[in-house]
């Protein structure tokens, strides 16, 4: 099992950046994958952006495509998620979250393992 830990949120202005980390703990494998992921309040888990472990393909949602990127550290066992040009509309709490096996990258209900969230707030 992978303890997750996440950590940068904040409150930030419209066109603001902020920059999120997801420390893993536990056994990875180069075929892991892992996600991040968004929920508003009133509204469901939404996938943000991803990357795979060992080759570092990287996939993102279309409304976070050009502001957001993702990265990670091996060495370190983390991920990060740069946010730029931050909207109100991306306020909500953020979650990393690890798929091991199968699955789609798109899909919540595939991800083995969450962090305990980190909210971030853009005000306008």
Known sequence: QVQLVESGGGLVQAGGSLRLSCAASGRTFSSSVMGWFRQAPGRGREFVAAITWGSGII???YSVKGRFTISRDNAKNTVYLQMNSLKPEDRAVYYCAVKTYGGSIYNT???D???QGTQVTVSS
């Open 113 to 115: 393992s969450w962090g």
């Open 59 to 61: 996939y993102y949602a």
């Open 109 to 111: 209900e595939d991800y």
